[in-house]
């Protein structure tokens, strides 16, 4: 049959294998999130003796998707399509999709079948594989393997055996939209962030289990040539495999580092002016510190630079008997995100209730997070004792870091 051209093109990643996703520049917050550069939602089309597509797209970018897989190949030809990953990123467009290419087979995990018939109320039938199983393409043997917990219970990934391409869904993935595909063609100081970014932001609370599940993957020694997320660029580099998988295993040990974060809100400048003394005695004492005023930061870029800390120091006066708007709203979010190994401390100002303190050690003490100096709290403003002392503070917490670390 003769192609037609059309406005969205397939990328090839092997001779068999193609990216069919879509580019979303604009999309700004995802649940809570915030991806500045956009993101990609990747699905792959896998030219097999029965043509399969591993993945979705987003329910706006459907046409799309039909468009790139159109400039490779008549759409209706898809006889198996692949959910390794139900939320609604990945699967939203799934009931359409298997209308549009009348799919005689769609699979999913045990656990992606529940998911899949409570966001479609059954209006798919979907087939699970088994942990391990495979799927005959006839020409191609596909094997997938579950991830439970990166990102969702439902997830797995799949191995493609013959073109050696694990398809790794929301596991070494990132919010990066970009017209450069692959890896190997990007910023790696950006994919750096991103990778970390998406990390601490996604699949950091599950991190004891994700451990589990790549050492179980990386037991199986399949031959890896290709990692195709379903989020950002792909890896098809042995440099960049390795260099995504080294970041991985960072990311999941959560091993404290030589860096403090301090976070903190200000009424009237007084717990700004504290926290500016803390950073000097951390610096001081020869250790890395991120300050954070709230004012204008997001809690997605505080739990980034949370991902890699050894220390993290909070700040907050008192307003209505209760902390900061912004610092609950940024605790609750690290709180839910668990990270492990951080040590801190706590520090503010008050009028008349030093409320702030003790909320602010509720939150720490419920992350985990063990206090190993202060508090310091000031009345109003703070005297140049009372700077010494925030100073101080900074100054004991980096160097019982430097102990450990
Ligand atoms: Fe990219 Fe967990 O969805």
Redesign the pocket.
């Known amino acids: 049959m003769q192609l037609m051209p059309q406005p969205f093109m397939a990328v090839p990643v092997t001779d068999r294998v193609y990216w069919v996703g879509a580019l979303d520049w604009h999309i700004a917050d995802f649940h809570g999130y915030r991806t500045e550069r956009g993101t990609t939602y990747n699905a792959f089309l896998v030219l097999a003796d029965k043509v399969t597509l591993i993945d979705t797209v987003k329910r706006p970018f459907l046409d799309e998707m039909l468009y790139r897989i159109s400039s490779v190949i008549d759409p209706s030809k898809i006889e198996v399509i692949v959910s390794n ?1 139900s ?1 609604m ?2 699967s939203g467009s799934l009931i359409e999709t298997a209308k549009a290419v009348n799919a005689s087979k769609v699979y999913a995990s045990a656990n992606g079948v529940k998911a899949l018939d409570a966001h479609f109320h059954h209006a798919l039938d979907v087939e699970a594989v088994p942990n391990a199983g495979s799927v005959s393409l006839g020409t191609m043997t596909l094997q997938c393997f579950e991830t439970k917990m990166i ?2 219970p439902d ?1 797995m990934v799949s191995f493609l055996h013959e073109e050696k391409i694990l398809f790794s ?2 596991a070494f ?1 990132m919010h990066l939209a970009t017209s450069n595909l692959f890896a190997d063609e990007n910023d790696r100081h950006v994919m750096q962030w991103e990778a970390g970014k998406y990390y601490a932001n ?1 699949v950091m609370p599950y991190s004891a289990i994700v451990a589990t599940t790549l050492e179980a993957l990386a037991g199986l020694k399949l031959p890896i040539a290709t990692i195709a997320p ?2 950002g660029p792909i890896w098809r580099t042995p440099d960049d495999i390795a260099w995504i998988l080294g970041l991985y295993a960072k990311f999941v040990a959560q091993k404290p580092t030589r860096k403090v974060v301090i976070v903190h809100d200000t009424m009237w400048g007084s717990t700004d002016l504290m926290a500016r003394a803390v950073a000097d005695g951390v610096r001081a004492a020869g250790v890395k510190v991120q300050e954070i005023p709230m004012h204008g930061a997001h809690r997605s870029n505080v739990a980034t630079e949370v991902l890699d800390a050894g220390a993290l120091i909070v700040g907050s006066p008192t307003m209505n008997s209760t902390i900061y708007p912004a610092m609950a709203d940024v605790l609750t979010y690290l709180k839910g995100l668990k990270r492990k190994n951080l040590m801190g401390a706590v520090f503010g100002s008050f009028g008349w209730g030093a409320n702030s303190i003790k909320e602010l050690t509720d939150y720490m003490t419920a992350m985990g997070v063990e206090l190993v100096a202060g508090p310091v709290k000031v009345n109003y403003v703070p005297t140049r004792d009372d700077l010494l002392q925030c100073s101080a503070l900074g100054k004991a917490v980096a160097e019982e870091l430097k102990k450990r670390c």
């Open positions: 990953h939320e990123d990945h990102h969702w997830s869904q929301d993935g996604i379903d989020h």
